[in-house]
């Protein structure tokens, strides 16, 4: 929790560490949307794990409750007005009530016949909301607010644009130290704030006899049922709360750009979260947030790398060799950044089946063993000096 909390608090001033006119800013990822998505993301990577590292349960559509919690928000912004609580609310209960039909129905069969139903009912909401269901999605379009919209609750002094309580989410103030430039923007702390009681509300979860329930499923399901527990109601309350937190997650993303598109439900929204609950560490409590970090930094710095910064830094080499290092390094890099993180999902699963915070754990383990071992070497050299 220390660790969440120092994380997030700091994270303008750790994610720029590097001052605007170095060539290294081009690493730097402390501008407010980027860190708004790691926040946003982290919440919906930390309810994936609620169901997947407790229980088990791969489910392959929980973008489905992502963009059903974002159209729930823009609809409250256009009924009532931009204050983002009542969005959140409902974005949460809607997003719980969906959960709750899809879950009901897909829990009835387990492995892969399960990660096959979500998936299913995931595409089925992706069409739904793309051509059927126009009058409230939009279609392809997106559903966004405009000023006929009713907008009962929003008074004339509030701001046109999404706030919480007169407080603009956009607001940012810029905080600069000789060369470096830090960007201090309120939605961001707000998401900030309700990740860090999402990932407490989680470890409560984790430690409760809940959650032991939901281990002893994932550990022997067949047996459990053998001693007498009807295991259902425990993997279908693991799927709503699961589905709970990615409503919540699509309703911050409305907040921070009031826009719902059926893009937000597709199934490689789905797939992603379940890269960042695995590259992070499955069933561990902090490594879906650092997964889904990872990812988002992948995405949209680690893709920014093009030819002409490659060109920048093998500069001081000769130009032959210059050009064939940029020709080497340029599939990974840029729009090659899938290919870069392929490789390191794969070099994690294999030598790290517990993803960073096993790595993470590894490293720390080592140097525990040093020290012991230094103290053990050190009494044993004393005992020889008095002998």
């Known amino acids: 929790m220390g660790i969440v909390l120092f994380l997030t608090l700091a994270a303008p001033f750790i994610l720029n560490p590097f001052p605007a006119t170095s060539g290294m800013a081009q690493f730097n990822a402390g501008y407010p949307d980027l860190m708004q998505r790691f926040v946003i993301f982290g919440i919906f990577a930390i309810g994936f794990n609620i169901l997947f590292g407790l229980t088990g349960y791969l489910s392959f559509g929980h973008a489905a409750f992502l963009g059903v919690g974002s159209y729930s928000a823009v609809w409250m912004f256009k009924l009532l007005g931009y ?66 919209d009713p907008q009962y609750l929003q008074s004339a002094d509030a701001p046109s644009i999404p706030h919480l309580f007169g407080l603009e989410m956009r607001a940012t103030e810029t905080l600069r130290l000789g060369g470096w430039s830090f960007d201090l923007n309120f939605g961001y702390y707000v998401c900030a704030v309700v990740m860090v009681l999402a990932f407490y509300l989680a470890i409560r979860i984790f430690r409760s006899p809940f959650g032991m329930m939901l281990r002893a499923v994932k550990s022997n399901q067949q047996r459990m049922n053998y001693t007498g527990l009807n295991s259902r109601p425990y993997t279908l ?128 383990s080592v140097f525990r063993r040093d020290r012991k ?15």
Not at 114 to 138: D, E, G, H, K, R
Not at 289 to 313: M, P, R
Not at 373 to 386: D, F, L, P, Q, S
């Open 373 to 387: 071992a230094g103290g053990a070497e050190a009494r044993a050299a004393a005992k020889r000096n008095v002998e």
């Open 237 to 364: 309350a693991a799927f709503v709360i699961s589905g709970m937190y990615a409503g919540l997650a699509g309703g911050l993303m409305a907040s921070m750009d009031p826009l719902a598109g059926a893009e937000r439900m597709q199934w490689t929204a789905s797939g992603e979260v379940v890269l960042m609950t695995i590259l992070g560490g499955a069933g561990t409590l902090i490594g879906p947030v650092l997964g889904a970090g990872l990812i988002k930094y992948f995405e949209n710095i680690f893709s920014k790398i093009n030819d002409g910064v490659l060109h920048q830094w093998f500069a001081f080499m000769p130009d032959g060799i210059e050009d064939l290092l940029v020709g080497i390094v340029h599939p990974f890099v840029g729009k090659g950044w899938h290919l870069t993180l392929g490789l390191l999902f794969m070099l994690v699963v294999i030598f790290l089946p517990g993803g960073l915070v096993e790595g993470g754990q590894r490293i720390a």
């Open 83 to 148: 204050n983002i609580v009542p969005g959140l609310v409902l974005s949460v209960i809607v997003a719980g009530l969906f959960s709750l039909v899809i879950g009901y129905i897909s829990l009835r069969r387990s492995g892969i016949y399960f990660s096959i139903l979500t998936l299913a009912f995931a595409q089925m909401s992706f069409a739904l909301a793309y051509s059927v269901l126009t009058p409230i999605t939009n279609g392809e379009t997106g559903l966004q607010v405009y000023t006929s």
